[in-house]
């Protein structure tokens, strides 16, 4: 089973507006990331948050986090045509030794 | 700072060949994963090396799939005898510090195609 599973599997918008993407998890973790992928390219870092910390903010972009709940939730603000990808939570667990990537959410934002 | 650089971006073979992949990571970078993505899913871990370490290999077959990440050069995934079923995405990401305290960098991938 997944450790993040993220929600919804797709979402479609038009630009200007917000997009709010979640994703769940089951174990502890030391922190959880967000990850960008535009179609048929790489991944590429978004935001990290540790497990002591509850929201985090870089740019238009603010993440949350509630380990009670296990559950994060990534949020882009007045967003842009070229935000358009898919949106993959990563969990680092404490007991692991690697990320453990959701199945993504894929964005659209409509011009 | 080149970033994480994989060759060759596309690679397709036979039934039955071999596929070598590579990737130098970051400078300054000595943790190494491997992750393969199918397509429309998420990515699966496969393996963790340090210099010439293998740290994590459990997301990887026991078979016909192999890594390393030698003293000097790049890091080599290999698939031996490749069937239809290892048609994939191959990503592999650096960090320079395990736990990964500023995330890691990806590269752009090998896309294996087996005909």
């Known amino acids: 089973s997944q450790q993040g599973e993220e929600d919804p599997q797709a979402l479609s918008i038009q630009e200007g507006e917000n997009a709010t993407m979640n994703c769940s998890y089951k174990?502890?973790?030391?922190?959880l990331q967000w990850y960008r992928q535009n179609s048929g390219r790489g991944l590429v870092h978004l935001i990290l948050?540790?497990?002591?910390?509850r929201e985090k903010h870089s740019g238009r972009l603010r993440v949350t986090l509630d380990t009670s709940k296990k559950s994060s939730s990534l949020l882009i603000t007045a967003s842009r045509a070229a935000d358009t990808a898919s949106y993959f939570c990563?969990?680092?667990?404490?007991?692991?030794?690697?990320?453990?990537f959701g199945e993504g959410t894929q964005l659209t934002v409509n011009p | 700072n080149a970033g994480v650089m994989q060759n060759p971006r596309h690679l397709v073979r036979r039934r039955g060949q071999e596929a070598r992949l590579r990737c130098s990571p970051m400078?300054?970078?000595?943790?190494v994963y491997w992750y393969r993505q199918l397509p429309e899913e998420g990515l699966k871990f496969m393996v963790y090396l340090q210099k010439e370490n293998i740290i994590d290999e459990s997301g990887m077959p026991k078979e016909r799939f192999s890594a390393e990440f030698p003293k000097e050069g790049p890091s080599i995934l290999r698939i031996q005898q490749v069937v239809r079923g290892d048609s994939a995405a191959y990503f592999c990401?650096?960090?320079?510090?395990?736990?990964?305290?500023?995330?890691?960098?990806f590269g752009s991938g090998t896309r294996l195609t087996v005909v």
């Open positions: 990401a650096s960090s320079p510090t395990h736990p990964a305290n500023y995330g890691y960098t």
């Open positions: 990563a969990t680092e667990e404490t007991s692991g030794s690697r990320l453990t």
């Open positions: 948050i540790r497990s002591n910390e």
């Open positions: 400078k300054g970078h000595s943790h």
């Open positions: 174990t502890s973790i030391n922190n």
